[in-house]
């Protein structure tokens, strides 16, 4: 491999890496967001899965956590750490984040550098959704966001650990890896 081959065998894309809103998670997920199986609510027992409430302030606060993120692909079993980097992490996202608020929802946006091979092979057979992986607090919470109710509302967001590139992102469509000019 020449040099020219190796600074040319990456893929450097514009990314939506987050966005505010109702996300829906399943029962046995909500671990994951910072509640515990046991404490679901007796009225919400018969649920199987449950609508999260991310609110635009929250997400554009923890907005620099979203930086210099690595990129795997799928989210890992684990959390990305220095024992496992060089196994899982397969590019990075970038320096910097802009957060553009539309319609009262932020939409975090940066730079996602695919460096390894199962990344690009990803992006080239069109899994382009993203989903970040991160640590946060919720509470149980009734509400309405959009016309849409929810049982849960995210409180913090502790720390993001990594981008996962996916074939289905939480997010859907707005969350992925952007090959065309922008519409937000």
């Known amino acids: ?14 990314v939506a890496i987050a966005h505010s809103g109702i996300y829906k998670y399943a029962r046995e997920e909500l671990p994951t967001i910072g509640i515990a199986l046991d404490s679901i609510p007796e009225k919400y027992n018969n649920l199987l899965y449950f609508n999260v409430y991310r609110p635009a302030l929250l997400m554009e606060g923890a907005a620099d956590m979203f930086t210099r993120l690595p990129v795997t692909v799928e989210h890992p079993d684990s959390l990305v750490n220095a024992d496992n980097f060089g196994d899982l992490a397969k590019g990075f996202t970038g320096d910097s984040v802009k957060v553009i608020m539309e319609d009262n929802e932020a939409y975090i946006h940066s730079t996602v550098t695919l460096i390894g091979q199962a990344a690009i092979d990803y992006y080239t057979h069109d ?12 509470i149980w919470e009734d509400g309405v966001h959009n016309r849409e109710d929810y049982q849960i509302k995210m409180t913090s967001i502790k720390g993001v650990n990594h ?10 469509s707005l969350t992925c890896v952007r090959d065309s000019k922008a519409v937000r």
């Open 163 to 172: 981008l996962a590139m996916t074939v289905a992102a939480r997010g859907g």
């Open 1 to 14: 491999i020449t040099r020219d081959d190796a600074i040319t065998n990456k893929i450097v894309k514009d």
């Open 127 to 138: 899994c382009k959704e993203v989903s970040p992986g991160y640590v946060s607090d919720s």
